[in-house]
């Protein structure tokens, strides 16, 4: 390329390559933070159930009820008295 151009447009497509990365990374690090504030706002407005049922617990793992009946029959989730699966067993299946 320096022999194209010489040294002078070399250096400028650096420099160029040098604040498109450093933009790129100032972007992204806005839409992580903006995400994060979305995400606890939502869960602020909406408080979780303690319990949940089985299609709920599927959607919230993001697979089928009937994984969620294998989970539960594996002994990888609890099921309490009343049938429900506690919020808490999801996030601790969640945290594995």
Not at 67 to 90: C, F, H, L, W
Request: charged residues 25%; contains cysteine.
């Amino acid at each position: 390329m320096q022999v194209l151009f010489g040294n002078n447009i070399s250096g400028k497509f650096s420099s160029i390559e040098g604040d498109l990365m450093t933009e790129y990374a100032r972007l992204t690090s806005l839409i992580e933070d903006a995400v994060q504030r979305g995400v606890l706002k939502a869960l602020a407005q909406r408080p979780r159930p303690s319990f949940v049922t089985h299609e709920q617990a599927a959607e919230i793992l993001g697979v089928t009820r009937r994984t969620v009946s294998n989970m539960i029959r594996d002994g990888r989730i609890r099921v309490g008295s009343i049938g429900k699966i506690a919020i808490t067993e999801i996030d601790r299946y969640l945290s594995c």
